[in-house]
């Protein structure tokens, strides 16, 4: 129990969602002095991530770990995996982010779904006294009721996971979407394919829609199917003319992995056996007996094409609704930070471009708020992992006082030539972070890089 009468100088600091960079900013906030609290809306921490656990990171693991992590787990006796080893999503939670949980231990609370943050006492309209005033952070129990708990300051990096981006055009989800996606025609975005989704697949026709990474990841699984069940087909959509952006720079790009990627998916592709529909826009869908009808308008005009089963695999968008009675100072485009969101609109910018940034160009008019990792780029697809590292050491350091610490952000980055954008402002972003390349925040997974 939280003791009300303490000052909001002695008050935790409160992080919500347990995924790399929320764990991460623990570390952090614990290395300096600072009493954390992280707040787990799973059973478990990096709940998001076990769904595409059986994804291959195309990061190896040196730009995985965060430096204050390791600080902590090594003084725990813990013994780093092989830094140039590309780690599963399954590795990345059991071989890293457990280790870190078991060492933050009683800063973590699991099961802890936070459905609002305010001030305690005041709304969002009130100004009087505001900075003095602590946080609140309302976490929903599941008889109903609900528990508030004070805190100093409060960082979001509850990722975008949650929170896919429709298949509709416009941002909006197309006729029959919901209907479909309730009847399991359309599927959670990076399915096990060749793991225990396998018989969902096997035999199908299956349609991949998305320009980003997870759509590349996904397709080399159902290629990789296809080889040892010929009946089943691939079909892959994309709003743009051409595919050419998902391939990335291949040979080019500094993560050797994601120019693999690049490479086999295009070898796939012009070797027939992925089946591609470009500048094809989504208008709605309807059953065909048990099958789906995905009703588009195509290059030549209408298109219809009936699939068994459909892949998302066009990015998420951040969910805003729980931050509604703070005062947030957001970009218009991107839903990032104002500040930020110039400097990661992937329409200028790749993942390897963007520049380092703090806690300075991550605060809003709401003292002591910060969004971070995946949900601080918004809609943009550009976020690496490392980058939410970097914010958590600077809010961190800032929180301390150490304002030079805070504002000597610094940051080098891997050119992934993986950022593209497709069926809207987004192309294929995560929960967290989640690998350099979510929440994230991608996976080879949950972010387009």
């Given amino acids: 129990m939280q003791d009300s009468a303490a000052e909001p100088h002695d008050l935790p600091v409160v992080i919500i969602g347990a995924g790399p ?22 059973d478990s921490v990096a709940a998001a991530i076990r769904t595409w656990g059986h994804t291959r990171l195309f990061s190896p693991w040196r730009y995985n770990i965060d430096e204050a992590a390791r600080r902590l787990l090594e003084a725990s006796g813990w013994q780093e995996p092989d830094l140039d080893v590309l780690p599963t999503g399954h590795d990345l939670v059991d071989d890293y982010l457990i280790p870190l949980a078991a060492a933050l231990h009683d800063a973590i609370r699991t099961d802890s779904r936070v459905v609002a943050v305010s001030r305690e006492g005041i709304d969002k309209t009130r100004s009087a006294n505001r900075d003095a005033t602590p946080l609140l952070v309302r976490i929903a129990r599941t008889d109903g009721s609900h528990e508030d708990v004070r805190a100093r300051s409060v960082i ?7 929170q896919p981006n429709p298949l509709g055009r416009s941002g909006l989800p197309a006729a029959g979407e919901k209907r479909a996606a309730a009847q399991g025609l359309i599927t959670q975005p990076l399915p096990a394919v060749n793991g225990t989704e396998r018989e969902r697949f096997a035999g199908r026709h299956v349609l991949v829609v998305g320009a980003g990474h997870s759509a590349a990841n996904t397709l080399l699984d159902l290629a990789e199917l296809a080889a040892d069940v010929p009946e089943t087909r691939v079909s892959w959509a994309v709003r743009s003319a051409d595919v050419a952006g998902t391939y990335g720079g291949e040979a080019d790009v500094e993560l050797a992995a994601r120019g693999a990627i690049g490479s086999r998916l295009r070898t796939l592709v012009e070797s027939g056996a992925i089946d591609v529909h470009t500048s094809f826009v989504i208008s709605g869908f309807e059953a065909a007996g048990d099958r789906l009808r995905v009703l588009a308008t195509g290059a030549a005009g209408p298109e219809d094409l009936t699939v068994d089963v459909l892949v998302p695999a066009t990015g998420f968008r951040p969910d805003l609704s729980i931050l509604s ?27 390897g471009s963007v520049e380092p940034h703090g806690e300075q160009v991550l605060s809003h008019p709401e003292p002591g708020f910060y969004i971070v990792g995946m949900k601080s780029y918004g809609r943009a697809p550009t976020f690496l992992m490392a980058t939410g590292y970097e914010q958590v050491r ?39 972070p989640l690998l350099v390349a979510v929440g994230g925040a991608a996976p080879a997974s949950s972010t387009c890089c």
Avoid at 416 to 426: E, H, I, K, W
């Fill in 21 to 42: 960079v929320g764990l991460a900013a623990a570390a952090h906030i614990r290395e300096r002095g600072l009493t954390p609290m992280v707040l787990e809306a799973g």
């Fill in 156 to 162: 979001d990096a509850s990722g975008t996971w949650s």
């Fill in 325 to 351: 009675e703070l005062r947030l100072d957001l970009d218009p485009a991107v839903e990032a930070p104002r500040q930020l969101g110039p400097l990661i609109d992937p329409e200028f910018h790749s993942c």
């Fill in 394 to 432: 600077s809010i961190a350091a800032a929180l301390a006082g150490d304002r030079a610490a805070a504002d000597a952000v610094h940051l080098d980055l891997p050119e992934t030539g993986v950022c593209s954008a497709d069926l809207g402002p987004s192309c294929d972003a995560s929960d967290e």
